[in-house]
């Protein structure tokens, strides 16, 4: 039995309202408080605009499913970590993935300066 040992707090903002969410690492590696989507890589200009020069394929996941996958491979410069507060995730406004990833940029922008 006994608790399980706290090893480290942090505070780390929601990525998507920013809202600071209070998340306690356990020694056995499991943490409360938020979710972590793992980190997200972050682009140059330059690296995106020739991903998108580069243009796209068509490539197939299942037979019925195919999707626009990009000719080129950004390398990123650095990665930003994606953290999101329980009520963004269990209850989501958007429900789109690419809005998500947009929100994410504005996080990594605001990061930034
Ligand atoms: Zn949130």
């Not at 499991?30 to 997200?40: C, E, L, N, Q």
């Amino acid at each position: 039995m006994g608790k399980r040992m706290i090893v480290r707090r942090r505070n780390i903002p929601c990525s998507i309202c920013e809202r600071v969410m209070h998340v306690v690492f356990y020694r056995d590696r499991s943490y409360r408080g938020g979710h972590y989507f793992g980190k997200i890589p972050m682009y140059r200009k330059s690296e995106l605009d020739k991903m998108r020069h580069r243009g796209l394929h068509k490539s197939n996941i299942t037979p019925t499913w195919t999707v626009d996958v990009y000719n080129y491979d950004p390398k990123p410069y650095a990665h930003f970590e994606y953290w999101e507060c329980p009520e963004c995730y269990w209850h989501p406004r958007v429900r789109i993935n690419e809005i998500r990833a947009s929100r994410v940029k504005v996080a990594v922008k605001k990061k930034r300066c």
